[in-house]
Nanobody
């Protein structure tokens, strides 16, 4: 069974750093774009950062200069390094990836289970 397994997250003080990671579990043919979304209480899920299979990246304006997304194509993992964290970064962070399970299939969006990031003093 193909799934995305997240790790990291937790509680950090404002100005601190945190790293969340996500690994593809199961047999797949290809991993396409990967990314991180977040959802704060009472708000819609929003894109934080994405990275294409070739390495090009895209960031939400609110995290530019503070967050860095990276991927390891050999290990099928994606990570988000979060620096200079602010209380408004508090949310559940979700990993997302477009996965192709075999040669004949189209890419399908998969989601991780979510990991809580709380920024508070």
């Amino acid at each position: 069974q193909v799934q995305l397994v997240e790790s990291g997250g937790g509680l950090v003080r404002p100005g601190g750093s945190l790293r969340v990671s996500c690994a593809v579990s199961g047999s797949i043919f290809a991993v396409n774009a990967m990314g991180w979304y977040r959802q704060a209480p009472g708000k819609q899920r929003e894109l934080v950062a994405s990275i294409a299979s070739g390495g090009s990246t895209n960031y939400a304006d609110s995290v530019k200069g503070r967050f860095t997304i990276s991927r390891d194509n050999a290990k099928n993992t994606v990570s988000l390094q979060m620096n200079s964290l602010k209380p408004e970064d508090t949310a559940v962070y979700y990993c997302n990836a477009g996965l192709t399970v075999d040669y004949y299939s189209d890419s399908v969006d998969y989601w991780g289970q979510g990991t809580q990031v709380t920024v508070s003093s």
